[in-house]
């Protein structure tokens, strides 16, 4: 048994550095990491200590001085670690604490030259207890914040610890007679207090380790939640776009369908006009075949009209996978512009038009149309109930940088400087028959192209519309 206390040191000391190792792997992935590493600080005091408690008997006894101050301000940093979970300012306590030990060290030490082993016993335990009623307190405050079981034991642990060192010292001042030299020559009943107490302390050490990991589990059971959440947030987001998409289509039905009506209406009825006279001259036995050619050519000319005036309906209308592509945008504007003809003709709107019609870029060619469409639409709107004399909507594209720019513009009244802030956002509409989707979806389709649509006033009056996109490689 004369070497039980440096057996025992050692083996407390291997089981401090197996929870040391095992913690470094995750420990910089917890919450709360400026905390951990305190507690990593006190876990290395407390293995050097130990260490020293070992050896001291070998090497020599002022190992002992510096053991028992490296001891003292394990807990010192455990009582930091506790006061930073509970995020409350530690930094100047920790930039004071060298000076604490290095007080604490030379005071022990006088101790040991000039005092007997039962004052070093009461210094010592004096400020673990100061110590450990600090950790209490924070544990406390830890508790009522969060609930964990391990929060419970080190409450447990930590408790016992202070009422074993008050017991040990009570009966080394009961016992003055025969004072030991150091802990290795302490009395048996002290002897087994104070593994008692060293054993708890290790355990606590063991428990905070468990504390920190069913934080981590807890942590990541909440990040696992929040993502499922964000999921389905993202899902509900999406499932949205598309039913204001489809509803932005639908609104747009009855105003669409009158122009379509008036421009399918135009070739159709020519067509019908050339059948009716080729079935004339058939009849009447005048059909020369110079006049076949030109009236075929004709039907052949109003067929495909109609086809694209259709054609263009459908790009709005059908089901899409918002496929991007490589497009002429000249195409999906003279689409645009085709489905509104009519409406401009009634209305003496002035088209113009200024861009390179070899220009590519890179969108969803249904949205990019649906997206033209709302624009000019509202740009009919607003120059109906205007005053200008000479009505207009010019389409200009440029290049700029790396960017593609369309500028959209009508000589209308503009959009008030009130108004302007919230242009793009959802529902902000104030028109009696609007829904309040249509810019809002431009600017969506332009995030989806990877480009932006802004606003600003025109000069001499009205409204443009500028859209940003990045040059594709056909654009290079």
């Known amino acids: ?38 507690w990593l600080i006190a876990l290395v005091l407390n293995i050097v200590a130990f260490l020293l408690f070992a050896s001291a008997s070998s090497i020599g006894l002022v190992l002992l001085t510096f053991a028992n101050t490296l001891f003292f301000a394990s807990y010192f940093f455990l009582f930091i670690f506790f006061r930073a979970l509970n995020s409350k300012p530690v930094e100047k306590i920790v930039t004071l604490s060298p000076l604490l030990f290095i007080a604490f060290g030379a005071v022990l030490e006088c101790l040991r030259q000039f005092g007997v082993f039962q004052d070093r016993v009461l ?16 544990l406390f405050q830890v508790r009522k914040r969060e609930s964990y079981i391990q929060i ?85 987001r999406d499932s949205m776009i598309a039913l204001l998409l489809k509803a932005n289509k639908s609104s747009s039905t009855e105003a669409l369908s009158a122009s379509i009506a008036h421009e399918l209406n ?46 263009s309906l459908r790009s709005i209308f ?48 249904g949205q990019l149309l649906q997206l ?41 009244p503009g959009v008030p400087k009130e108004k302007q802030a919230h242009l793009f956002e959802l529902l902000s509409s104030d028109k009696s028959n609007g829904m309040g989707i249509g810019l809002w979806l431009c600017a969506y389709i332009m995030r989806n192209a990877g480009g932006k649509i802004t606003y600003q006033d025109a000069l001499g009056g009205g409204a443009t519309f500028t859209l940003s996109f990045p040059m594709t490689r056909e654009d290079m």
Not at 179 to 192: A, G, K, N, V, W
Not at 226 to 234: A, I, P, Q, W, Y
Not at 274 to 299: A, R, T, Y
Request: a negative charge.
């Open 1 to 38: 048994m004369k070497y039980a206390n440096e057996v025992i040191f050692l083996a407390f000391t291997l089981v401090l550095s197996g929870i040391f190792l095992s913690s470094l792997p995750y420990v910089g992935r917890r919450t709360s990491s400026n905390a951990n590493n305190y």
């Open 123 to 138: 210094f010592v335990i004096s400020f673990l207890i100061f110590c450990l009623i600090g950790i209490l307190y924070e």
């Open 152 to 236: 419970e034991f080190l409450i447990f642990t930590f408790c016992t610890e202070i009422v074993l060192g008050v017991v040990r010292v009570w009966v080394l001042l009961e016992n003055t007679g025969n004072s030991p030299q150091s802990i290795y020559t302490e009395p048996f009943l002290t002897t087994i207090i104070r593994w008692f107490g060293v054993s708890l302390s290790v355990l606590s050490y063991i428990s905070i380790n468990g504390f920190l990991t069913e934080k981590l589990a807890q942590s990541n059971a909440a990040n696992l939640e929040d993502s499922k959440r964000v999921t389905n947030l993202l899902i509900e």
């Open 266 to 311: 135009q070739p159709l009825s020519a067509s019908l006009l050339n059948i009716q006279f080729l079935k004339m001259l058939h009849e009447s036995g005048k059909l020369k075949p110079e006049l076949v050619g030109q009236i075929v050519g004709q039907l052949e000319k109003d067929a495909k009209r109609s086809g694209e005036v259709i054609q």
């Open 318 to 365: 059908i089901k899409d996978d918002a496929v991007q592509e490589a497009i002429h945008v000249h195409e999906v504007i003279e689409n645009a512009l085709a489905i509104y003809k009519s409406d401009l003709l009634s209305k003496n709107i002035e088209i113009q038009t200024d861009f390179n019609k070899d220009l590519v870029i890179f969108c969803h060619k």
């Open 372 to 412: 033209l469409l709302n624009l000019i639409n509202n740009a009919i709107q607003v120059l109906n109930s205007s005053d200008s004399a000479n009505k207009f909507i010019s389409f200009h594209g440029y290049h700029q940088d790396e960017q593609y720019l369309l500028e959209i513009r009508d000589n209308g």
